[in-house]
């Protein structure tokens, strides 16, 4: 498994590691008065994920905790089961190959015929049958007090990140409470959620009291992925689907999105806000996340 990061800032277990060889590459160009400029734009690759002998899907990644992208992918697909054993997780880097191995023999061929491209960025793609097994499940309904909302936000658009850097890319925040515990960043939202899934199996960890912050838009996908996950509360600094809003309330998630500074909307869950946080003393950090030379991306 992937090593935890040695710059992961206060409280994190892992947070993005700017110094990583490979995440970014200098672009030189001009801007609107002709001047040249210099710019940082992030890397993407491919990776082709296997599952014993058996090749999955090949997904547009920056590179970095391939085995947890693996890991997690195969996991929200249904592919890799709660009590499976993994036996081997092996990457390599030339072939840009990484293989999942498990005692449990494995067949997918059906599920992979009916592949549904999805509106993730770097052009995602899901399994027809996604909906399979959440028609009955109905998430904790887990407390969440605006303190924890508003602490979380405050740390992690201050966290050194790719996003912050480059632009271009989407992050993706595993939470407990008011702490922000593991920040996996990707080209495309939903691999920067399966990298969290991945670290989550890998690492034994429950979803119930959990909390899922994201960069990006709160869809279908990302209410389907967060609940194959478990967890009970999706935050975001973007806004909202309307079959993602639906499904989020069918599940009995809370969701919330456009968290900027003071302001948030809740669409799901409403009824489980504990409203802890005093505003006068919360900063309007609204757009001090804003990534160097230009607005964020969305």
């Given at each position: ?15 993005p590691?700017?110094?990583r ?101 770097a ?19 887990i ?20 996003y ?19 920040y ?7 691999n ?26 709160l ?56 409203y ?22 969305g």
């Amino acid at each position: 498994m992937a090593k935890l990061s040695d710059t992961a800032g206060p409280g994190y277990l892992i947070a993005p590691d700017l110094l990583r060889p490979g995440l970014t590459a200098a672009v030189t160009g001009v801007d609107q008065d002709g001047q040249a400029q210099e710019i940082s734009v992030v890397e993407e690759r491919p990776l082709t994920i296997y599952l014993n002998s058996q090749e999955i899907v090949t997904a547009m990644t920056i590179g970095d905790y391939p085995d947890y992208l693996a890991l997690g992918f195969l996991r929200n697909q249904g592919m890799l089961l709660a009590d499976d054993q993994v036996t081997g997780v092996d990457y390599d880097e030339e072939l840009e190959v990484v293989v999942v191995r498990t005692e449990r023999a494995t067949n997918y061929e059906e599920k992979l015929k009916k592949k549904t491209r999805t509106s993730g960025c770097a052009v995602g793609t899901v399994f027809g049958d996604m909906m399979e097994g959440l028609e009955d499940l109905q998430l904790p309904a887990i407390p969440v007090r605006t303190s924890w909302l508003y602490a979380l936000a405050h740390q992690i658009n201050r966290t050194p990140s790719l996003y912050l850097e480059a632009g271009a890319i989407h992050g993706t925040v595993l939470c407990q409470e008011d702490r922000p515990l593991v920040y996996m960043e990707d080209v495309g939202r939903h691999n920067a959620v399966d990298k969290v899934a991945g670290w989550m199996f890998a690492e034994g960890q429950g979803p119930e009291d959990k909390i899922l912050y994201t960069t990006g838009r709160l869809t279908s996908e990302m209410v389907l992925k967060a609940a194959q996950m478990g967890i009970p509360t999706l935050v975001s600094r973007s806004g909202f689907t309307a079959w993602g809003v639906e499904l989020a309330r069918k599940l009995n998630m809370t969701l919330i999105g456009r968290m900027r500074g003071k302001r948030f909307t809740c669409l799901s869950g409403a009824e489980r806000l504990q409203y802890d946080a005093d505003l006068a003393t919360v900063s309007d950090d609204s757009k001090t996340h804003r990534r160097k030379g230009a607005a964020a991306d969305g």
